[in-house]
């Protein structure tokens, strides 16, 4: 009875192991990619971090909404300034 409770625990330690182990092969993988990330972003767009990453996409991001308001306040403005028989198509 008792070698069968050493046995259980020394099975759920070495599972335990193994899950650990596991664990850090996919950490390793993880940091790699966000190694790799990074210098992708700093090639293409010239930043350093994912914080500046995400300014940088917030501020594009606000720019093109202006952008696109504006666009559309143009084209509102085209449309009302066109003949009434042209609206209509």
Known sequence: MVENSVQSIV??????????????????????????LLKVLE??????????????LDEMSSKIEKQTKEIEERWQSLVQSLPDCLKEI
């Open 43 to 56: 090639k293409e767009f010239g930043v350093k971090s994912l914080e500046e990453a995400q300014q940088l």
């Open 11 to 36: 099975d759920k330690i070495t599972a335990l192991r193994n899950r650990i182990e596991k664990q850090k092969q996919v950490l390793a993988e993880l940091k790699g990619q966000h190694s790799q």
